[in-house]
């Protein structure tokens, strides 16, 4: 399995502000993948970030509100810019490894 | 497009008693079937995954679930429920297999009661 981890675990911010989120993974790793889970909600596939290309973002999604940057094949960032309460939810990057799809612990983040 | 059902958003078993979490699927291609699980304030966890070979898929926690392509079915079990197992629990369908974007069930909470 994967070890991954991210950076803040949890933030509050205020409306119209931008947050970026780490996240570190123990063994390279070719894709790496940003969900969104809203309040009481399943999860929702963002993006997809290879190492060296644009991130390939989902329906609903796009990079001006969603950046991604992926430097190298151990670490990606999401930024979730301009910041609204509809914001608010646990963001979670996951890498793909031998056996599955490994999940970070989440950033949890509240918009005022 | 492929997509995953989950039957029922609450379950509740008494202590010792079956598990059953019901997730139906549906697909174009071959499908690759997780059940993850989430404990309060943590992150998803990998409970199994079905990757065309046994049908019959044992994971971790004492946990299994059988591929049923007949039924277009991958129900989660587990003989005896412990208070531990009260978490929630994501049934997932990767589109045209192991390419790492995941389609997620609605989610399931399962209540044990003593």
């Known amino acids: 399995s994967a070890v991954i981890s991210q950076k803040p675990s949890r933030d509050i911010c205020q409306r119209g502000t931008s947050l970026t989120i780490q996240c570190q993974v123990d063994?390279?790793?070719?894709?790496m993948f940003w969900y969104r889970q809203q309040p009481g909600q399943s999860l929702t596939l963002i993006a997809t970030?290879?190492?060296?290309?644009?991130?390939?973002?989902e329906s609903g999604f796009v990079i001006d509100k969603f950046p991604i940057s992926r430097p190298n094949l151990t670490f990606s960032t999401l930024t979730v810019s301009n910041m609204s309460p509809e914001d608010s939810s646990i963001y979670l990057c996951?890498?793909?490894?031998?056996?599955?799809?490994?999940f970070g612990p989440g950033t949890r983040l509240t918009v005022l | 497009a492929q997509s995953v059902t989950q039957l029922g958003s609450h379950v509740s078993v008494s202590e010792g008693a079956l598990v059953l979490l019901r997730c139906n699927y549906s697909?174009?291609?071959?499908?690759?079937l997780f059940w993850y699980v989430q404990y309060p304030n943590q992150g998803l966890q990998l409970l199994l995954k079905?990757?065309?070979?046994?049908?019959l898929v044992k994971g971790i926690n004492g946990f299994e679930a059988e591929f049923k392509k007949s039924e277009t079915s991958f129900h989660l079990t587990k003989p005896s429920a412990h208070m531990s197992d009260a978490a929630e629990y994501f049934c997932?369908?990767?589109?045209?297999?192991?390419?790492?974007?995941?389609?997620f069930g609605q989610g399931t909470t399962l209540q044990v009661k003593p």
């Open positions: 996951s890498v793909e490894a031998e056996y599955g799809q490994y």
């Open positions: 063994s390279q790793v070719t894709m």
């Open positions: 970030a290879n190492q060296g290309s644009e991130a390939t973002y």
């Open positions: 697909s174009s291609v071959p499908p690759y």
């Open positions: 079905y990757t065309s070979a046994a049908t």
């Open positions: 997932a369908v990767s589109p045209g297999g192991n390419t790492g974007k995941l389609i």
